[in-house]
């Protein structure tokens, strides 16, 4: 049975889809902000073969209203752990993707004990000192400027070569497209998401020690494959893996890959080898 549920965390809006299936262990996917319940049934009915599934939109995320800038991303760690109290009530599994993993580190750099196993798609540790500028101006122009802001996202997470699959070059095309439709709340969240992540953002990924897996785009010019394998290495039980000839909308462009990758490392008894970065 699936159904879609409203609720409300420390007073902000949140929503999630559950998939019961109580005789496996219970996961949580906690997506990127613009990803949303109906782009996600294809990894929703993989991860449901396996688990007791949770998608968690959390406060400002999907079709949900803005979360104001001055919330932290510990908040939302914060609000992860409240929704898997009240709903799980014990060690669970935990995937996140883009810009909801960095929830996920914050709640896993807290309370990793909580966690079973842990998977990060198109994650890195913190916003590095030459993207801060570029991803300020971006969220500014989010503001003022949307065909300007869809442009530059579209740059921010697509391959910039010209060896592009015309799969892949139909998937910007669309992606642009869709960001020149957004409505001005769905663009001011998005400003609101980025100031949060340059606002401070320093998880202590140390203290991360379920087995963890970080993967990424071989093209991703976001949170590049070198930014994901040092996010990985600094996790004491931390892998990496490359998802090869893609970007940062791998989950679009191979999402069988990437479910694959990850549903095989959850579902492994031990550590499993996994191809590293050259």
Request: hydrophobic fraction near 35%; glycine fraction near 4%; charged fraction near 20%.
């Amino acid at each position: 049975m699936q159904t879609i549920n409203k609720t409300a965390i420390y007073g902000y809006a949140a929503r999630y889809l559950h998939i019961h299936n109580p005789r496996k262990p219970s996961l949580v996917f906690v997506p990127g902000a613009f990803m949303d319940f109906d782009s996600l049934k294809y990894h929703s009915s993989r991860f449901s073969e396996h688990f007791n599934y949770f998608i968690l939109e959390l406060p400002g995320t999907g079709d949900l209203p803005p979360l104001p800038a001055n919330k932290p991303v510990s908040f939302l760690g914060d609000c992860l752990g409240a929704f898997a109290r009240k709903y799980i009530g014990q060690p669970f599994y935990l995937v996140a993707c883009s810009y909801g993993t960095a929830s996920a580190l914050d709640f896993a750099s807290r309370y990793s004990e909580q966690i079973k196993r842990l998977v990060l798609a198109g994650s890195m540790r913190t916003i590095s000192d030459t993207d801060w500028p570029r991803m300020l101006n971006l969220a500014m122009q989010g503001l003022t400027d949307q065909s300007l802001f869809a442009e530059h996202f579209v740059q921010l997470v697509c391959r910039h070569d010209r060896c592009c699959s015309k799969r892949q070059q139909t998937i910007r095309k669309a992606i642009l497209r869709s960001l020149r439709q957004f409505s001005p709340e769905k663009r001011r969240c998005f400003t609101n998401n980025t100031l949060r992540l340059l606002t401070a953002f320093t998880p202590d990924v140390e203290q991360i020690h379920c087995p963890t897996l970080c993967f990424t785009g071989e093209h991703d010019p976001y949170t590049t494959p070198e930014l994901c394998q040092e996010l990985a290495n600094a996790i004491p039980f931390g892998e990496f893996a490359i998802l090869e000839d893609t970007d940062h909308l791998f989950h679009i462009d191979k999402p069988q890959e990437s479910m694959d990758l990850a549903i095989k490392f959850l579902t492994a008894d031990c550590k499993v080898p996994l191809k590293q970065a050259a």
